[in-house]
């Protein structure tokens, strides 16, 4: 039996379809290619060997998410397709609703229509919003406050909703906090379109001097050095979420939402600092004003992730900022040279 992979090209689901594909698993990639790259599927074909079964649509489509199903035998599907950048999603909501909220009801009405009761769902640790404690548990309130965060949790609440309503269900939403990093083949990696929205990308960019510089939005905030704390972990790292996820979905029915994060933070400045220690590469950088919105730190518990998925995180800061930047330095212009 088949996974469908949606968003099987962008950044986190190639990772997962290199890692599944490694391990012998059977699936096809849906992408509309919309912030992706064709050039993804050639060099997933070049880590593993295997040329990935692909079509090419839109997850709004259900006609064709219906054919897809059913042609390919689909078992399960790893939800990756949405949008993703905060801000875009302030300036341009109705985008983010109509895409990452009704695309996944429509995902979730052609799953109904060909009896496939399985779904992993890549969410967002967004979905809490400001911090009531450190680290977030799963059972932290949710409270988003932009347009991204509350789409995420808007298909949380229907998934559970469905899973209620049918027992036989088997969904797992998986709480991501900061991914970075990329494949250490140097094949594969994050390759934003237009000017990065997260940290990593931007100091890979600045390396590689496609930008000048790094703008570092706040130095006085109450973290360790005044500059904001996040939970980072590695793209393969969080592959292996993934995988275990189905794993668990393959036993159990019901809903479940799960953390995936290291479990710790570190600030602006201290992945910086790895990135110049260990890459050798000076990332100059200014401090800006703080920007609305943006919180002083927060990290997870993966405790429940440890219990349930017998997973934790395996790769550290220096593999992070190491294998972000063999891809950049390797693909400077991204895929597109």
């Given at each position: 039996?088949?996974?469908?992979?949606?968003?099987?090209?962008?950044?986190?689901?190639?990772?997962?379809?290199?890692?599944?594909?490694?391990?012998?698993?059977?699936?096809?990639?849906?992408?509309?290619?919309?912030?992706?790259?064709?050039?993804?599927?050639?060099a997933?074909?070049?880590?593993?060997?295997?040329?990935?079964?692909?079509?090419?649509g839109?997850?709004?489509?259900?006609?064709?998410?219906?054919?897809?199903?059913?042609?390919?035998?689909?078992?399960?599907?790893?939800?990756?397709?949405?949008?993703?950048?905060?801000?875009?999603?302030?300036?341009?909501?109705?985008?983010?609703?109509?895409?990452?909220?009704?695309?996944?009801?429509?995902?979730?009405?052609?799953?109904?229509?060909?009896?496939?009761?399985k779904?992993?769902?890549?969410?967002?640790?967004?979905?809490?919003?400001v911090?009531?404690?450190?680290?977030?548990?799963?059972?932290?309130?949710?409270?988003?406050?932009?347009?991204?965060?509350?789409?995420?949790?808007?298909?949380?609440?229907?998934?559970?909703?469905?899973?209620?309503?049918?027992?036989?269900?088997?969904?797992?939403?998986?709480?991501?906090?900061?991914?970075?990093?990329?494949?250490?083949?140097g094949?594969?990696?994050?390759?934003?379109?237009?000017?990065?929205?997260?940290?990593?990308?931007?100091?890979?960019?600045?390396?590689?001097?496609?930008?000048?510089s790094?703008?570092?939005?706040?130095?006085?905030?109450?973290?360790?050095?005044?500059?904001?704390?996040?939970?980072?972990?590695?793209?393969?790292?969080?592959?292996?979420?993934?995988?275990?996820?189905l794993?668990?979905?393959?036993?159990?029915?019901?809903?479940e939402?799960?953390?995936?994060?290291?479990?710790?933070?570190?600030?602006?400045?201290?992945?910086?600092?790895?990135?110049?220690?260990?890459?050798?590469?000076?990332?100059?950088?200014?401090?800006?004003?703080?920007?609305d919105?943006?919180?002083?730190a927060?990290?997870?518990?993966?405790?429940?992730?440890?219990?349930?998925?017998?997973?934790?995180?395996?790769?550290?800061?220096?593999?992070?900022?190491?294998?972000?930047?063999?891809?950049?330095?390797?693909?400077?212009?991204?895929?597109?040279?």
């Amino acid at each position: 039996m088949t996974i469908l992979v949606t968003g099987g090209a962008g950044y986190i689901g190639s990772h997962f379809v290199c890692l599944a594909l490694s391990k012998g698993m059977k699936l096809v990639i849906l992408d509309n290619f919309d912030n992706s790259s064709a050039q993804v599927l050639k060099a997933i074909a070049d880590v593993t060997g295997v040329a990935p079964d692909f079509v090419e649509g839109d997850v709004r489509d259900k006609a064709l998410l219906t054919r897809v199903m059913t042609e390919k035998q689909v078992e399960s599907v790893v939800h990756f397709a949405g949008h993703k950048a905060v801000g875009e999603s302030t300036q341009n909501p109705l985008k983010y609703y109509d895409n990452n909220v009704y695309g996944s009801v429509v995902l979730l009405q052609a799953m109904a229509e060909c009896g496939v009761r399985k779904l992993v769902f890549s969410s967002s640790a967004t979905v809490y919003g400001v911090p009531e404690f450190n680290p977030y548990t799963e059972d932290h309130r949710k409270k988003p406050f932009n347009p991204y965060g509350q789409s995420k949790s808007m298909v949380e609440d229907i998934m559970e909703d469905a899973c209620r309503a049918d027992p036989g269900l088997a969904m797992m939403a998986l709480r991501y906090f900061n991914p970075i990093g990329a494949h250490p083949s140097g094949k594969l990696g994050e390759d934003p379109k237009g000017i990065p929205n997260n940290l990593m990308p931007y100091i890979t960019k600045v390396a590689v001097g496609e930008l000048k510089s790094l703008g570092v939005f706040g130095d006085d905030y109450d973290t360790v050095d005044g500059t904001g704390v996040r939970d980072y972990i590695h793209v393969m790292d969080l592959a292996e979420g993934h995988i275990r996820a189905l794993e668990y979905l393959s036993a159990h029915s019901g809903y479940e939402a799960v953390n995936l994060g290291a479990g710790h933070g570190y600030s602006v400045l201290q992945v910086i600092q790895a990135f110049e220690s260990v890459n050798g590469v000076a990332i100059p950088y200014d401090v800006k004003p703080r920007r609305d919105g943006d919180l002083a730190a927060y990290w997870a518990d993966a405790s429940k992730a440890l219990r349930l998925l017998n997973w934790k995180t395996r790769l550290t800061i220096d593999d992070m900022v190491r294998d972000s930047w063999v891809w950049q330095s390797e693909n400077p212009g991204g895929y597109g040279a």
